[in-house]
């Protein structure tokens, strides 16, 4: 990361002048409490050099789920159906192909309403990839005036894998040394897991 700040452009004048600073205040910070003492400094890096990169390379929601899981205690997050995450996902091949296959299903025998859950991973989409990936999802719908009402939630662990061999074998070996790298990052505690919750509403046209 030290690296990366120093040759790349980011939104502070100089990002070695201010990763430094960061571990000093971290230092500083020892009459606090010993998560702050230990991680301090660590989050401040990733939030200075890891959280832009994220940004740039992948987009708002990798970036904004990561800077949230450098919080020392970080909630669950909860995205309802008019918020950016949703929408990203409502738009997702995946998520399409979800409710496409439960409509069909209900339609064809002529329910007045369907429930089903399963797991998907968002490929299709490099930010919801990187931001979500495997997520357990929950479609429910409803029966009204000729017409589904369709609600679909999605709950993912944000967390990272460790796979040392990919490293070396796969096709994005950065991309795995990077995953390994957080992935020791939050064994350590610099980063945090949490769950987030995305619901997604959606009409489709039902059987009459």
Do not use: C
């Amino acid at each position: 990361m030290l690296v990366y700040a120093g040759n790349n452009t980011f939104p502070f004048e100089n990002p070695l002048v201010e990763l430094e600073k960061a571990w000093v205040r971290g230092v500083e910070q020892v009459k606090d409490s010993t998560d702050t003492v230990i991680h301090y400094p660590d989050r401040k890096a990733f939030t200075l050099v890891a959280v832009p990169i994220a940004r740039k390379k992948y987009g708002d929601i990798t970036a904004n789920l990561l800077q949230h899981s450098l919080d020392y205690k970080p909630g669950h997050l909860y995205f309802n159906e008019w918020s950016y995450e949703a929408q990203q996902i409502k738009k997702s091949k995946e998520h399409i192909a979800i409710v496409n296959a439960a409509v069909k299903k209900a339609n064809a025998n002529k329910v007045k309403s369907f429930s089903y859950n399963g797991s998907e991973g968002l490929e299709s989409d490099r930010d919801l990839y990187n931001a979500f990936h495997n997520m357990y999802y929950k479609i429910n719908g409803n029966y009204v005036d000729g017409q589904w009402k369709i609600t679909t939630t999605y709950s993912d662990v944000y967390n990272f894998e460790y796979n040392f061999k990919q490293m070396f074998t796969g096709d994005n070996k950065l991309g795995w040394a990077a995953a390994n790298l957080t992935n020791l990052m939050e064994s350590w505690g610099t980063l945090n897991e949490y769950t987030s919750h995305v619901t997604v509403t959606d009409t489709r046209k039902a059987w009459k």
